[in-house]
């Protein structure tokens, strides 16, 4: 069976470099495509069915802001499961002031070079072995500046309330984007920042193990 994953703002599959599926489990990469102007996050995520074969069963896992697309994708159509990974499932979930910034229409003045100097700057101080740490930097890097300014708006912009059955969330302890106080895990990691899943990829690949088998053995 296919297992799609779908990366975080500005990322690709290589963040999903430690990923290991059980037997019989095949890992297929959503890539990011161009947003339309104004596009909000659910037109977009309807896109991106187009990448995904619906004539079999398939898992969608996804990644922070990939999360959120599995989700709107699962709407849409239906997989065994959806896993979303470092994320939210819904916009009430979302901190208080990134609901307000999005009323106040902020997210179009956040500047990526910004939001990619201060990643680097956080992984560098942070990230270990230094072969995960330049992992990160490869990959912050290879961002599109034009879709991540699409997305941080995109994400303030989201409207959603419905969670699509069978759902699962690995969320880490110690997550400074999306704080694990205001949303509620199925899994949890102790100790996981934003990017456990590179950091702490057993964690992860147990617990998707876990889902994985007992949702469809």
């Given at each position: 069976m296919k297992v799609y994953f779908i990366p975080?703002?500005?990322?690709?599959?290589?963040?999903?470099?430690?990923i290991r599926l059980p037997e019989g489990y095949t890992p297929s990469w959503v890539h990011w495509i161009?947003?339309?102007?104004?596009?909000?996050?659910?037109?977009?995520?309807?896109?991106?069915?187009?990448?995904?074969?619906?004539?079999?069963?398939?898992?969608?896992?996804?990644?922070?802001?990939g999360g959120m697309m599995a989700v709107e994708i699962a709407k849409r159509i239906r997989p065994v499961c959806t896993i979303i990974i470092s994320s939210i499932p819904v916009t009430d979930h979302?901190?208080?002031?990134?609901?307000l910034a999005g009323r106040l229409g902020m997210g179009k003045l956040i500047s990526p070079s910004f939001l990619k100097a201060a990643s680097s700057a956080k992984h560098a101080l942070t990230m270990r072995p230094a072969s995960n740490r330049q992992l990160m930097?490869?990959?912050?890097?290879?961002?599109?500046?034009?879709?991540?300014?699409w997305a941080i708006n995109a994400v303030l912009e989201w409207d959603n309330r419905e969670i699509?059955?069978?759902?699962?969330?690995?969320?880490?302890?110690?997550?400074?984007?999306?704080?694990?106080g205001l949303t509620s895990p199925t899994h949890i990691v102790e100790k996981g920042d934003h990017m456990f899943v590179v950091s702490q990829p057993e964690k992860v690949n147990h617990f998707l193990k876990e889902i994985i088998l007992a949702t469809h053995p």
């Open positions: 975080g703002i500005g990322a690709d599959y290589r963040l999903f470099t430690h161009d947003p339309i102007e104004n596009e909000r996050l659910e037109a977009y995520a309807f896109r991106l069915t187009e990448q995904i074969d619906t004539s079999e069963p398939f898992i969608l896992v996804g990644l922070s802001l979302l901190p208080g002031y990134f609901r930097f490869d990959i912050i890097r290879d961002g599109d500046d034009r879709f991540i300014r699509p059955q069978p759902f699962y969330h690995i969320h880490g302890t110690r997550d400074e984007i999306f704080p694990i």
